[in-house]
């Protein structure tokens, strides 16, 4: 049995930072596990001009502790109509890396988002030129299709219609949730991938109702049956290059999860790796977690893999029920479970 791992270092292609106290409170957690993340761009008001990003750049790196060597890559966040010559201007500087498609109210802080795909289709025929990756959080917002359904719905309305009309386009479906997600992906073209996280590879829908409700499973896209969360263990075990890592780590203070209107989103930051880790060993795929953690994503964003190197072993990492934060406190996934895999170094 497997009793240390050494793995070159990691990277996050998903995660919220926030801002302000928040970001100063949570950094560190991504920071010292992972090289680079991709950092989405839905604060308030949105990320949609490279000299926001830009800034926030600079706030990002400011918060990280001293002596963490971290690199947040930037994403601007699409909204009806947006300038593509923003866009080109921003990556030409190495200020963006992508560009986020949500559709307008799918998820936190998408009020700004797209209502309609024709609206930004000057903007995609731009990236498909330069070579910049569209992220996409792939879900309608029709309340006439059920909630559990809006990511396979999303795929027939919109997605391969998308694919069609800009076949050249580099597409990370971000978070996906299902084995609908799974095969179209497995078996579209290579420059479509996806990223998978680790709380949709441990947990079903059963886990928001479990004894009653609770708030910090919610996370969209929702998790979803059984057969789905399979799926995406296969898949992100298989070592199938189009499967990556990203988190998409959400911090929320307890008091807006644990509300009359809720929160989406689960905070996985600080016991991400080692989540990842008992998955694959569970599957049996130890030896698939570094190609899926530190390879794949790098080399579909065309970027270097990481020189350095990380260790975990196999020993008891209690999670604790809280954290303080921004002067409130976060629950962090797997919060009071003892998991079995500790990041040392």
């Known amino acids: 049995m497997t009793e240390r791992l050494r793995l070159r270092r990691p990277d996050d292609w998903h995660v919220h930072l926030r801002d302000g106290p928040m970001l100063a409170a949570v950094a560190d957690a991504t920071a ?29 790196r400011a918060a990280v502790s001293p002596g963490i060597a971290f690199e947040p890559l930037m994403t601007c966040y699409l909204v009806d109509g947006i300038n593509p ?44 030129r330069i070579g910049m990756p569209l992220l996409i959080h792939g879900e309608v917002t029709d309340h006439n299709v059920d909630i559990f359904d809006r990511e396979a719905v999303f795929i027939e309305r919109t997605l ?3 694919v069609a009309d800009f076949p050249a386009l580099k597409i990370v479906f971000e978070h996906i949730t299902t084995k609908d997600a ?32 609770r708030p910090h499973f919610y996370c969209l896209p929702v998790a979803k049956r059984e ?35 809720g929160c989406a989103g689960i905070y996985n930051a600080p016991f991400a790796i080692e989540s990842y880790a008992r998955t694959f060993a569970e599957e049996g795929a130890l030896d698939r977690l570094e190609g899926f953690a530190s390879e794949f994503g790098p080399r579909f964003y065309g970027l270097p893999l990481n020189p350095d190197f990380i260790t975990l072993e196999r020993a008891p990492t209690p999670v604790p029920g809280r954290i303080s934060a921004a ?19």
């Not at 024709?118 to 990236?127: H, N, S, V």
């Open 32 to 60: 010292r596990q992972f090289a680079r993340a991709i950092v989405m761009p839905n604060l308030k008001p949105p990320v949609t001009t490279a000299a926001a990003a830009a800034a926030y750049r600079e706030r990002i």
């Open 327 to 345: 002067g409130s406190e976060l629950v962090p996934f797997h919060a009071g479970e003892v998991l079995d895999w500790r990041f040392v170094a």
């Open 182 to 213: 799974v095969d179209f992906v497995r078996d579209a073209s290579p420059n479509i991938a996806a990223t998978i996280t680790p709380h949709h590879l441990a947990i079903n829908r059963n886990a928001m109702f479990d004894g009653g409700m």
């Open 85 to 128: 010559d923003e866009l080109v201007r921003g990556h030409g500087e190495g200020i963006f890396t992508a560009a986020k498609l949500y559709p307008a109210h799918a998820t936190t802080n998408s009020a700004h988002g797209v209502t309609d795909v024709r609206q930004i289709y000057p903007a995609l025929d731009a990236m498909q």
């Open 227 to 261: 057969l789905h969360r399979l799926a995406l263990r296969a898949a992100a075990t298989s070592g199938n290059p189009k499967f990556f890592l990203g988190t998409d780590s959400a911090p929320h203070a307890v008091e807006t999860k644990e509300a009359d209107c």
């Open 160 to 162: 391969k219609t998308m």
